[in-house]
């Protein structure tokens, strides 16, 4: 019998454990014991849900997308509330859509939630073909800026990471 059978994913079981403790905020038997049961069985129902997932080719320039894009959320943050709390200037809302350049499943989804993490954009929708993202900007002057600015700062790297 291989262990992977009863415990597909010993990591997602141990966030799953921890993440049960923490928001029942007890240790309990009875909610230690639930909190197992669900770490186990969740992994276990979905996991034909799965979908292979590419191989990180580069931890470190991993480890750098990951500051950039926190770096991005604060900076955004700040741009943000300047613009809802400055009088003098009104934002420019828009859509655009946005050419893939990548195909693989994790990483579009991967672009599309770092897109929605930034504050003042939102991936609104994937065509089912993986050629484009629609993107909901909360101010935009330039399109062609924000995409060669997303291409740059988001997918590129995502495509060096991932080898894709």
């Known amino acids: 019998m291989k262990p992977e059978r009863y415990l ?13 403790l923490l928001m029942v905020s007890s240790i309990a038997p009875g909610q230690l014991l639930l909190g197992l049961v669900l770490a186990l069985t969740i992994p276990l129902s979905i996991r034909r849900l799965w979908v292979p997932l590419p191989p990180v080719r580069h931890p470190i320039k991993l480890c750098l997308f990951i500051l950039r894009v926190l770096s991005d959320i604060v900076k955004a943050n700040f741009q943000v509330s300047l613009l809802i709390w400055s009088p003098r200037r009104a934002p420019h809302p ?5 050419p893939l350049q990548v195909q693989d499943r994790l990483v579009i989804t991967l672009l599309a939630n770092t897109i929605t993490m930034t ?5 609104t929708n994937i065509r089912h073909d993986r050629s484009s993202l629609l993107i909901h900007a909360l101010d935009m002057s330039d399109e062609q800026a924000l995409v060669k600015d997303i291409r740059e700062r988001y997918e590129q790297p995502l495509k060096e990471i991932f080898e894709c």
Request: aromatic content about 18%.
């Open 119 to 123: 504050p003042g954009t939102v991936s």
């Open 94 to 98: 828009g859509f655009v859509v946005y």
């Open 8 to 20: 597909p994913a010993p990591g997602l079981s141990l966030v799953l454990f921890l993440t049960w």
